[in-house]
């Protein structure tokens, strides 16, 4: 369960929640019309406008998390198994007109919650968009919201998505829970019970998606004009051909040098994993850790959800590493990875038809050896490589290549042959990447092969290459985009097309589209005026503890005598949380409040918030409002936190 929410004092709330600019993929992908309902109905939609993936599973990747460590941990309290969270990630290409979502769409939910979480890309503003839908039940109309960002990014501490590392215990890849999910009859959606394989690739496309932020960052911080214009040509050049240059090879004018001095001590690479939990992991009775089945006492579901400290996603996260010098073939493979593959290969189609360049021809001699039912061919000259086969199916032939080399460029190994012998006996071949052309490492394009068998076993091989990337290069430089602090993978192909005088296409329809969109939306709390310590609880915990949905358990949401109630309800643990700041790490039951990644937005760090007046002073206001109650503060400390009165009054829980 996710909410937003409500500064009401001090602070409006933040702009930086809703787009600076352009919109999230997830609007694009909802448009005008109410999300999807019920959710089997949303991924079917998301489905329809995916291609299939190579890797045989659906390019949605889907699994249930009955256990977790989201914010809608403890909304399916104590159902969880029959109210598992779905967490789904695309990791395919949309079909062509379609909202790219490679990587850049992720989904949150609870049927419990009755709202969807959403990460997804904004590629104009060059982030992840957090965003909510509510209201998401039968018979209601479903509402997006933009999401209080301090909230999520307390645990989304990359900006991105985050996941749990190997062997992801939360999910059916763990026996105990995919034993249980299943003993409740449910179908889940239509979500099958999956393995460690769609576990992995949420894990991967988590892991690239948080990777957005460096390659913007690099972009923006570190490449000059030239190295932008040197860095692109190399990213599109890979997305067109399939083939990554050699690091060597790979020119990135004064990208080291400035690289060096602006990050001496290496650029920090922010992480998405969250260590792996076994939520069976401390359960002791012998009957919970077997698969069977049971009816599920109470007790043993708290100590199933229970999460110690050290596996709390609200820990900071130290940087995973430190670069100190780019890795080129990673920098090329990244920056490609933003531009959009229906985009990609529309390009590649246009150059082909557009421009004019003078066909070069080159020719080796070969030798063929016969096979039952196809022909090898290995061609070579010092300098150029070719090798693949070739099989005759009715009047046509088709065929692969092994390698094809011609000094230091190479093409992708993916390629198809298709053709068909002339009347003077040539053998005719197109050389194909699926439905785009083939070229090389370089851009340039291999547009025939023609075999010419002067003897059973010996011949020659004329290859036709066009250079039509270099006119690509010729104007990279000048595109607009090369001065932008923002990479924009769609503006990258659409400014390319506009420099090389080619039609537009649909690229630019996001403008046209955007326009077309309801408003983005916050979800906003009327202002309230609070008194005595809790108008100083709303400005250290608003942000995250005054929203209309109760986890984290909203003990600021209502009017002055509701707040102060539900103060001092929660006043145990907001003691003990707060008390936390003078506990050794190492010794907490549980984390300090506020997160320590919240702190920076109120101005401090770790050391000088855990000494700081504020701290002191709300410490104090728990602990008169425990007296005030004939309870004994210090006493608190000595429980363990599971045993302190609930946060909330049971009845709004
Ligand atoms: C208390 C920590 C925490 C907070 C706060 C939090 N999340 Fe998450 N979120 C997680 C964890 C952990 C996961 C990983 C898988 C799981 O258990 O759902 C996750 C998963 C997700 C996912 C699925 C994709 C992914 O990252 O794996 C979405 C979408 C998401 N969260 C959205 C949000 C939004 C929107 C907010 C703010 C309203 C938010 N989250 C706040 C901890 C949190
Ligand atoms: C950036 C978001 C954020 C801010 C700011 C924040 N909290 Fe929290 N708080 C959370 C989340 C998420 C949880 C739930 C996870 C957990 O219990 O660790 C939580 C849990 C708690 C709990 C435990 C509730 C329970 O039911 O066990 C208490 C008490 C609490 N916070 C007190 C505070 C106080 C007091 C402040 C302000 C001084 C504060 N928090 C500021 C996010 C925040």
New binding site residues.
Partial sequence: M???CCFSIGAAADDGDLPPTGRSRFDYLIGNAPVPYPLSRLIARIRSQLEASGDGLSPFKITL?PL??????SVAAPDFFHYP?V???VDGNSKAGYTPLHDQL???YNERAESV???SYNEQAGRFE???VRDYRAGAQPKTYY???A??L???QNN?????RPLWD?TPANPAIASRLKATGRDFYGIPLSGTDISSA?DAA?ERANMFQVWLQIWREACSNACRAQWLDAALAYAMSGNLPEADELKFADLEMRWTKIWPQGLSIPG?S?PNRDPFANVVEPHIKSNAVLSHPLAELAQLAYIPAQF???NPRPPLQRWTTPDKTRLVAGLAGLLNKADVQAFDQALVTHTKAQPQTLSLPCRFTRKPGRVVFNCATPDVQLSGVFQSTGSNLSGQIDRLQEGRAKTALDLTLSGRMTKAGQIELIPKRGASWARLSDGRRWSRLQLDTLRADQGSATLTLIDDYAAVRSVLPRLPLMTASIFDGSRALAELQAALGMDKREVLTRETLANKLPPAKLEIVAPRKLSGSATRFLQYCGP?HGSTTNF?PNFLHGDDATVNARLDHCAERIFYRLSMWHVAEAKRGKTTMPPTPALAAYGFDETSWASSAPLADLIEAARQRIVNQGGQPDAVLTRSFEQLRSCLPATIQ
């Fill in positions: 996710a909410l937003l998390i977790g460590r989201s914010l809608r941990r969270s967490v789904a990630a992720f989904l949150g979480e959403i990460i957090f965003q909510v999401a209080s960002r909230l999520c307390a645990c989304h991105a998505p985050i996941f749990s939360e949420i988590a998405s969250i709390e996603p609200l995250c984290p």
